[in-house]
């Protein structure tokens, strides 16, 4: 049998967001999901698209959730799991949910009425550590913005809004799974990730120091090193610390 890494950007991510880590990695899938604009039809395409018979699906922010859809298709082929800056609920009922899909409408009018790396300037600041917001990290961010399109945006919007709840799915997982966190990260919070390791039996908690929400950019030395080990943990090569 034959296995593959498979990474998952997140919203408006592309590639760059792993680019320091596919090296270490080897061969990787990296998905562009296009104008896909539910979560299970990004998993459906990863899993028609990946080319290997067990995947290591690591997943990063709206990617991690991507990555849970993948395993609830296809659990006999996922080998591993990375969940990095991420989530697992649905989106909350009420006036909760309400104001998160009108501000994310109000980002997707940015991006119509001035364009993508003005919606960038409004929305990346609190993505990275206020001390990087003058560095070549948060250039790289708003640049991966902009090579989006505001259709993509109201697609991913569409699919975040949407997003099924996986709180009973992680009982289920069993397979090699590593959970990473910044630790300041303001969007995905570190007390959601502990909830997840505490509901995934077996699974890895890392926390990345001096990071914000886009750990594989912001800390990507120490990303790469847990990712690493993540590999090797579920290809049987190596076990996790």
């Given at each position: 049998m034959t296995s593959q890494i498979v990474l998952l950007p997140?919203?408006?991510?592309?590639?760059?967001?792993?680019?320091?880590?596919?090296?270490?990695?080897?061969?990787?899938?990296?998905?562009?999901?296009g104008t896909r604009d539910s979560l299970g039809a990004m998993a459906d395409y990863v899993l028609e698209s990946a080319e290997g018979d067990r995947l290591l699906v690591a997943?990063?922010?709206?990617?991690?959730?991507?990555?849970?859809?993948?395993?609830?298709?296809?659990?006999?082929?996922?080998?591993?799991?990375?969940?990095?800056?991420?989530?697992?609920?649905?989106?909350?009922?009420?006036?909760?949910?309400?104001?998160?899909?009108?501000?994310?409408?109000?980002?997707?009018?940015?991006?119509?009425?001035?364009?993508?790396?003005?919606?960038?300037?409004?929305?990346?600041?609190?993505m990275v550590n206020a001390d990087r917001h003058d560095s070549e990290v948060y250039e790289a961010v708003l640049d991966m913005i902009e090579r989006s399109t505001p259709d993509q945006f109201a697609a991913q919007i569409r699919a975040l809004l949407d997003r099924p709840d996986a709180t009973a799915l992680l009982r289920d997982i069993e397979c090699p799974t590593m959970i990473v966190c910044g630790r300041d990260d303001q969007w995905s919070p570190l007390a959601r990730h502990e909830e997840m390791h505490a509901r995934i039996r077996g699974s890895k908690l890392r926390v990345i120091e001096r990071s914000g929400h886009m750990c594989t950019m912001e800390r990507p030395d120490d990303v790469t090193e847990v990712l690493v080990e993540w590999a090797r943990w579920a290809t049987g090569s190596g076990s996790a610390r």
């Open positions: 997140g919203l408006l991510c592309d590639d760059a967001v792993w680019a320091d880590q596919r090296g270490a990695l080897g061969a990787c899938f990296v998905a562009d999901y997943g990063h922010s709206m990617g991690g959730r991507v990555a849970l859809e993948v395993f609830r298709r296809a659990p006999e082929r996922v080998a591993g799991l990375a969940l990095l800056d991420t989530g697992y609920t649905a989106r909350a009922a009420g006036e909760a949910g309400e104001n998160e899909c009108a501000q994310r409408l109000r980002l997707l009018e940015i991006a119509r009425t001035k364009g993508m790396r003005a919606m960038g300037k409004e929305w990346a600041p609190g």
